[in-house]
């Protein structure tokens, strides 16, 4: 028996998406894959994770079970859904997480088979070693550059840009007609290190670096007036990796001016601040 159901997504009981599977009403596979990309030790984040309201792992450490930045893959067979709904639920128990994507497939096709709109939501992904997956199109549609946008990756000489990693990703996006979230314009980490020694600005006077980060935020805007999010400002919280470049330049208001010159030159897009 053919017709629709919907596919939600939970985190921490908060329904971040849903979406209308055309297919066959019958069993589910659900493959979860997540990767740690951030943290480098055992104990930073865990979670339980959920399939129609029935657990499937406790207190998963991803990073105890691959380590850094490789992927951990747990599929759930033969789930059954009586009620027209689908449910995925993540527990989060140490940090907060951020979801890539997830895809459901019927008995009888895989994910390219399935008709599946979104509704208001995307789910992302970035790039992996500088490279964009092949199939990356059949489980994300929103694509964010982990290092090719980072100031210290195009600008790694002063005054000479090297666009040509990040070109390659709009050239994708735009050709599959997916959105693009820059990453990232004020970031005390994989900055120059013209500006000086861990990001500290030592190596310019406060006006010089003004002038510097008003240029790249103007550059990147201008070069790339197609995107539509911005990590406008990365990691500025206390234990974090805070801008010190930018507190020399604009003293203790350098988060709100980090964000009045990403909003002067990109006026159009949605500015982010990643804790």
């Known amino acids: 028996m053919a017709g629709d159901e919907s596919v939600s997504l939970e985190i921490s ?21 997540t990767v740690c990309c951030i943290h480098e030790q055992a104990g930073q984040r ?33 789930v059954h859904v009586v009620n027209g709904e689908l449910t995925i639920s993540l527990k989060m128990l140490i940090d907060n997480g951020t979801i890539a994507g997830f895809a459901v497939y019927s008995p009888d096709g895989a994910l390219g088979d399935i008709d599946i709109e979104p509704t208001g939501v995307f789910v992302g992904n970035i790039t992996t070693r500088s490279q964009v997956r092949s199939d990356f199109t059949h489980c994300w549609d929103q694509i964010t ?3 090719e946008g980072k100031w210290g990756s195009v600008e790694h000489n002063r005054d000479q840009y090297n666009w040509a990693p990040l070109d390659r990703i709009y050239e994708y996006a735009r050709a599959n007609n997916i959105p ?52 406008g400002v990365n ?14 330049a604009f003293g203790n208001n350098w988060i709100i001016r980090s964000f009045e010159l990403a909003a002067q030159y990109c006026p159009n897009f949605k500015q982010l601040q990643r804790p």
């Open 145 to 147: 550059p982990k290092n």
């Open 46 to 78: 865990a979670f339980n994770l959920l399939v129609e309201d029935q657990s499937v792992v406790n207190a998963i450490d991803l990073y105890s079970e691959v380590g850094h930045d490789k992927a951990n893959t747990i599929s759930v067979d033969n």
């Open 13 to 33: 009981d908060n329904t971040v998406g849903t979406w209308i599977a055309s297919t066959s009403m019958q069993g589910y596979t659900v493959n979860r894959r």
């Open 180 to 231: 693009v979230k820059a990453h990232i314009l004020v970031w005390g980490s994989q900055c120059p290190s013209w500006i000086g020694e861990n990001c500290s600005g030592s190596a310019l006077s406060a006006s010089e670096l003004r002038a510097e980060i008003e240029e790249w935020i103007r550059d990147d805007c201008t070069r790339y007036p197609d995107m539509q999010f911005i990590d």
């Open 235 to 248: 990691e500025a919280t206390p234990g974090h990796a805070a801008a010190g470049y930018a507190k020399k």
